[in-house]
T-cell receptor, first 113, second 113 residues
């Protein structure tokens, strides 16, 4: 059982380049999340999606866009990468009947130079 | 808006000693509270959760936490730690009626021999 799968695992971008981080879950979960993790800052919520077709901003949405393509997939796009977006990005999902029990992917380590 | 404060960024302890990791939350409505653990270079996994009912909740690996509504706290405890408990621990809160899951900045627990 794969759980939450993120691709890629590592990425180096130049300032101004764009890219999309992919996330897919095979647990039939309704809610999906994107977080970034920075030293001393914990996990900060970028965007979340409570159900297919809906997305909402979290704490730090600026510079990012998301798409909930279907129930399984939730992608995060950086339109014009900046060094401040260097971080580890985690995707997570949770089920309606398992309140707050989020399952996490292994993370994407992104470096913007 | 909901928020979580983890009072200690780092906690060093000796093996077999007891440990308490502190967490305070703020929310204007009913809350669900969680503790997650992150081992090096991995995603997060759920340790335990408080949804309702008994204020003392038990989780995996011998950890437990107590919900204290009057002090808005949800401290994590273990009576005797092992080297393998070395990890970063995150407290998280979700308000009733919201899918938004917000994390604290984390506490790094280091267990020394």
């Amino acid at each position: 059982n794969a759980g939450v799968t993120q691709t890629p695992k590592f990425q180096v971008l130049k300032t101004g380049q764009s890219m999309t981080l992919q996330c897919a879950q095979d647990m039939n979960h309704n809610s999906m999340y994107w977080y970034r993790q920075d030293p001393g800052m914990g996990l900060r919520l970028i965007y979340y999606s409570a159900s297919e077709g809906t997305t909402d901003k979290g704490e730090v949405p600026n510079g990012y866009n998301v798409s909930r393509l279907n129930k399984r997939e939730f992608s995060l796009r950086l339109e014009s990468a900046a060094p401040s977006q260097t971080s580890v990005y985690f995707c997570a999902s949770s089920a309606l009947d398992r309140v707050g029990e989020a399952f996490f992917g292994q993370g994407t380590r992104l470096t913007v130079v | 808006a909901q928020s979580v404060t983890q009072l200690d960024s780092q906690v060093p302890v000796f093996e077999e000693a007891p440990v308490e990791l502190r967490c305070n939350y703020s929310s204007s409505v009913s809350v669900y509270l969680f503790w997650y653990v992150q081992y090096p270079n991995q995603g997060l996994q759920l340790l335990l959760k408080y949804l309702s009912g008994s204020t003392l909740v038990k989780g995996i690996n011998g950890f437990e936490a107590e919900f204290n509504k009057s002090q808005t706290s949800f401290h994590l405890r273990k009576p005797s730690v092992h080297i393998s408990d070395t990890a970063e621990y995150f407290c998280a809160v979700r308000s009733g009626g919201s899918e938004k899951l917000v994390f604290g900045k984390g506490t790094k627990l280091t267990v020394n021999p």
